[in-house]
């Protein structure tokens, strides 16, 4: 059988043109990838969940194949999640099952609690919920800066997507330089503070052997009303890519076991 090759699309938006593709009919799912990975990373489960399921993935602003405004702008935590909107609306999913991976899961948060009604599910993959303390975000955000910087510099900055079967190429590392500089960084603890209101069905994935933010998978899924934990052992930071079997298999359970919608009452 010959592999179906899937051909990157691009939505016209008055900041950017917003690339992103489409797999298969069903459920919806909107995957958001990492800083310096791109939608790529997302192929192979993609392809096994578009089976049944309509994918979606895309990349972020200054990532991947899209465009690279240099304006700071477009490279705000809301001009992220407007695009999210925008795409659903471009495709016309009310709701979609939304999948973030690692700042992917922290915009899908900001996302989920921006428009709430469009999320049916969340799926949270080595991630967490920023935090409350001055001192840590001030960390946070310095490592944001630092990585601006080297790429601004043209250093070399090393990303987790350093997998030798990945192959991550962005048009421009200027765009990389200002999204560290935009939706990397965090201003408030309003997505932490927001936790409780975000009641539905949320499955939380992190790798056994991330130690930056297992303790934060904890957190999750003891604080968002509807959640369960699934640890990937063998799996850093990447559990999708290192342990892809057991990260696809898991998604599958909790995607299967999602409640079939109500029918309105007339």
């Known amino acids: ?55 979606v993935t895309w990349d972020l602003p200054g990532h991947g194949l899209g465009e690279h405004p240099q304006d700071a702008h477009h490279y705000a935590i809301e001009t992220v999640t407007d695009h999210m909107r925008a795409l659903l609306d471009h495709l016309a999913v009310a709701r979609a099952v939304v999948v973030g991976y690692s700042v992917g899961g922290y915009l899908s948060l900001e996302f989920a609690l921006a428009y709430p009604g469009r999320v049916r599910a969340l799926i949270m993959i080595d991630t967490g919920p920023g935090t ?41 590392t200027r765009g990389l330089a200002l999204a560290a500089r935009g939706f990397l960084r965090q201003q408030d603890s309003r997505v932490i503070d927001g936790l409780y209101t975000l009641t539905m069905p949320t499955l939380v994935i992190v790798g056994a052997e991330d130690s930056t933010f297992l303790r934060s998978a904890h957190y999750l899924a003891r604080w968002l009303p509807d959640a369960s934990l699934v640890i990937i052992p063998g799996a850093g930071h990447m559990p999708h890519l290192s342990q892809p079997e057991r990260f696809d298999a898991a998604v599958r359970r909790f995607l299967d076991e999602l409640a079939v919608e109500p029918k309105e009452q007339s």
């Open 1 to 55: 059988m010959t592999a179906r090759i899937w051909v990157m699309q691009f939505l016209e938006r008055p900041s950017a043109r917003v690339g992103f593709e489409v797999r298969g009919d069903g459920l919806p799912v909107l995957f958001t990838h990492g800083f310096g990975d791109m939608s790529a990373t997302f192929a192979r489960t993609a392809g096994v969940l578009a089976v049944d399921h309509q994918v």
């Open 132 to 172: 409350r303390s001055e001192q840590a975000r001030a960390a946070w955000n310095d490592f944001a800066d630092r990585c601006a910087g080297g790429l601004q510099a043209g250093g070399a900055v090393v990303m987790p997507t350093s997998l030798a079967h990945i192959d991550v190429r962005h048009r421009d």
